[in-house]
């Protein structure tokens, strides 16, 4: 199934064209909240960092119910889901030899590549939800990109935000 949803993360097909296994949707949340809470962890304190994963999950959730229930229908919400999951790993497996990089970079004037590439894989991220939402909403590619730059802040910068609240 991994080759049937990875084309997704190089803007390739549309997600509500592939097939849905919940043992797969089941094994990518798996995979988001283990690496994501390995990158988090080596930028927050531990508890944070599960607390913020937690809460990017539940936020993507919510957008994704959101979403689909604007649109109509809960019908696609395993395939999005995946989808969405499915590329954010990929990205996510993508930085995490950047986490490791700025580590043992940090303090030296190599410090400063691990961000830029880092810089370059969340944007990457931002089209590949716009070029998912487009697809799945038959939204025109500037308003893809709005959604997906929204997504973007409500689910990392609003998860940190409501952290900093807790």
């Keep these: 199934m991994l080759r049937d949803y990875l084309p997704l993360c190089w803007l390739q097909g549309y997600a509500e064209d592939l097939p849905t296994d919940r043992r797969f949707l089941w ?3 798996g995979i988001y909240l283990v690496v994501g809470l390995f990158i988090q962890a080596n930028i927050n304190d531990p508890v944070e960092a599960f607390i913020q994963i937690i809460i990017e999950f539940l936020v993507t959730l919510v957008f994704i119910w959101g979403m689909l229930l604007k649109d109509g229908g809960l019908y696609n919400f395993e395939r999005f889901l995946t989808a969405i999951l499915v590329c954010e790993n990929f990205i996510y497996t993508l930085a995490l030899p950047l986490a490791f990089w700025y580590i ?4 030296t004037d190599m410090m400063i590549y691990p961000i830029y590439i880092g810089v370059a894989l969340i944007l990457w991220s931002i089209v590949i939800i716009a070029n998912l939402l487009s ?3 038959n939204f025109d590619w500037k308003i893809g990109g709005i959604w997906s730059v929204g997504y973007f802040f409500i689910t990392y910068l609003g998860s940190f935000m409501l952290l900093l609240m807790i």
């Design 104 to 107: 043992f970079a940090k303090g």
């Design 27 to 29: 094994i990518n949340l």
């Design 135 to 137: 697809g799945m909403f």
